[in-house]
């Protein structure tokens, strides 16, 4: 069976071909822009096949979907912010509508779509499971955008595309780009003050236990369906403390004001629409600090698939371990 990824180069889709390469599968096409930085698939481009497109690129996916069995849809576009709305929307909803209707015409076997829990909104503190869409506030672009998508999702099922979803939380591992800064700055000391609703839930899941999901999914999941994927429902407080303990180092005590956030992120909005681009602090971004969010169940996954993740401590001590010996000056002994 030939499959493809899209979004090859990613965090997930490098880590899911990986796991791809160690499941058996030894026909994988990897689907990447043409300046994208693969340097995650480094040490496999011998063992996979490049394919270059754009997701507003009919042409070329057609031709990077061909001859392909199975699809990955991972390709997404993650900023959070309102700068670029257009591309937001035109990558996830028009982009995705694209690769689903490819997909039916070359008539491919299946397709895995990789959804987002910003699906389900924030500013609720209620469980969450597959049917709760739109549970909650919907309260960035990017949010909207895969809220729209995951409708593309289901309408393309109901048109006959044998499609099914995945729906990970808050991914985090080695090199790991969203939450890597923070790590980062943590076993470096540097991470003195924090900011946001620290008592705010967040579901997390390691990504070797979201690969893992997907190709569960993809074997054995059923078509229309999709699975959320989570390990644990943890406080960034409790997260802190957590690290605390596994590495001795102090977690941060401080916590910025909320009106400094608020406006500091209005500034670098402005500056962000000067340079045209979404700066990692906007208003976006900071009303979803200082929100609340939702428990994710993930028990569809477990009952249907035999989705089990990892101890949520043995693979948050695995990952702050890494970032510990990239980073880390001076290290003191772990503490068991």
């Known amino acids: 069976m030939k499959v493809l990824v899209t979004g090859a180069n990613g965090f997930l889709g490098a880590n899911l071909i990986h796991h791809l390469l160690d499941n058996g599968y030894k026909d994988i096409v990897a689907m990447v822009r ?4 693969t340097r995650r698939l480094d040490d496999i481009k011998d063992k996979i096949e490049f394919r270059y497109a754009s997701l507003q690129d ?9 001859g392909v069995n199975r699809i990955f849809h991972l ?3 993650v900023r959070i912010g309102s700068f670029r ?26 397709v895995i779509y990789i959804s987002s829990i910003s699906i389900f909104g924030s500013n609720i503190e209620s469980v969450v499971c597959e049917d709760d869409v739109e549970k909650g506030k919907i309260m960035s672009t990017y ?4 809220v729209e998508s995951y409708y593309r999702f289901k309408q393309a099922y109901n048109e006959g595309l044998n499609i ?3 729906i990970p939380a808050n991914i985090f591992g080695p090199d790991d780009p969203n939450f890597g800064p923070l790590f980062k700055n943590y076993v470096q000391k540097h991470l003195k003050l924090i900011a946001g609703n620290l008592n705010a839930n967040m579901g997390m899941v390691y990504v070797d236990d979201v690969c893992k999901g997907i190709i569960l999914v993809a ?3 059923q078509p229309g369906h999709s699975y959320i994927l989570n390990s644990v429902n943890i406080t960034l407080h409790n997260l802190l403390k957590t690290a605390e303990k596994m590495t001795g180092i102090k977690a941060p005590r401080l916590k910025l004001p909320k009106t400094l956030i608020k406006g500091t992120a209005l500034l670098s909005e402005i500056a962000g629409r000067i340079i045209r681009n979404n700066l990692l ?18 028990t569809k996954a477990r009952s249907e698939l035999g989705w089990e993740p990892e101890g949520f401590k043995e693979s948050f001590a695995r990952t702050l371990s890494w970032y510990e010996k990239k980073y880390r000056k001076n290290k003191r002994s772990r503490k068991n």
């Not at 043409?34 to 930085?37: A, Q």
């Not at 602090?281 to 169940?297: I, M, V």
Request: proline share 1%.
């Open 164 to 166: 099914k979803a995945v």
């Open 281 to 298: 602090l906007n208003r976006q971004s900071a009303n979803l600090l200082y929100t609340t969010h939702p428990f994710f169940d993930s």
């Open 58 to 66: 009919e042409k070329s996916l057609l031709e990077a979907f061909t």
């Open 85 to 110: 709305k257009k591309e937001i929307i035109q990558d996830n909803v028009q982009g995705s509508e694209k690769v689903f209707n490819i997909a039916k015409k070359l008539k491919i076997k299946d």
């Open 219 to 221: 074997e054995k999941g």
């Open 75 to 77: 390709a997404a576009n």
């Open 34 to 37: 043409k300046l994208s930085n």
């Open 143 to 146: 949010g909207v955008s895969k």
